[in-house]
């Protein structure tokens, strides 16, 4: 398995642009979810989903878009970058039942 | 609503010495407790977690027990290692979907 994957690694926009951050798990698990970390404020959760066409929104989703069309991917898309989407992107999953949430390694987003 | 406070950091240490990262926690419910762990340019890693009151985590020399009275969750190390350098997250989760709500993070450097 190669668990939860995020691409690009790293990636530079201008303000105004729009990009997606892809999200896909080969776990087969239901809930998956995209939260961003900034300096000293943790991990703040943006989106989620329950399953294959249901999302919500979690703490901070102004700017972001996101859809589930299938159960491995989540992809994750901003509409017109803004310099304070400039942080770092974690995708994580799990299955229904558990606690344990694995993450992906995480994209690093700079908008100038 | 639920928030997680963590000690401030950075701590350092030296190796072998005792570690401690407070964690406290406001929420709502019966929540599940967890320490997450990042290592440099990596995604976090389940540490320990914790499922009910007066329940102990533990993992790689690390624990944590559960006090509902004191709405705590303390990380515990007896003999750190330059190895365990990183950031420590504790978490909650929360709501209908289980989301975590994360703390700041504590950095912790062990010195050789």
């Known amino acids: 398995n190669a668990g939860v994957t995020q691409t690009p690694k790293f990636q530079v926009l201008k303000t105004g642009q729009s990009m997606t951050l892809q999200c896909a798990q080969d776990?087969?698990?239901?809930?998956m979810s995209w939260y961003r970390q900034d300096p000293g404020m943790g991990l703040r959760l943006i989106h989620y989903?329950?399953?294959?066409?249901?999302?919500d929104q979690g703490e901070v989703p102004n700017g972001y878009n996101v859809s589930r069309s299938t159960t491995e991917d989540f992809p994750l898309r901003l509409l017109s970058a803004a310099p304070s989407q400039t942080s770092v992107y974690f995708c994580a999953s799990r299955t229904e039942g558990t606690d344990t949430q694995y993450f992906g390694p995480g994209t690093r987003l700079t908008v100038l | 609503g639920n928030s997680v406070t963590q000690m401030e950091g950075p701590v350092t240490l030296s190796e072998e010495a005792f570690l401690t990262i407070n964690c406290t926690y406001t929420?709502?419910?019966?929540?599940?407790l967890f320490w997450y762990v990042q290592y440099p340019g990596e995604g976090l890693q389940l540490l320990l977690k914790?499922?009910?009151?007066?329940d102990k985590g533990s993992n790689k020399g690390f624990e944590a027990t559960y006090r509902k009275e004191t709405t705590s969750f303390h990380l515990e190390k007896g003999s750190v290692q330059v190895s365990d350098s990183a950031v420590y997250f504790c978490a909650l989760n929360s709501g209908s979907a289980r989301q975590l709500t994360f703390g700041s993070g504590t950095q912790l450097t062990v010195l050789p």
């Open positions: 776990m087969n698990h239901e809930y």
């Open positions: 929420a709502t419910g019966y929540p599940s």
């Open positions: 914790a499922t009910k009151a007066d």
């Open positions: 989903s329950v399953g294959a066409g249901i999302t």
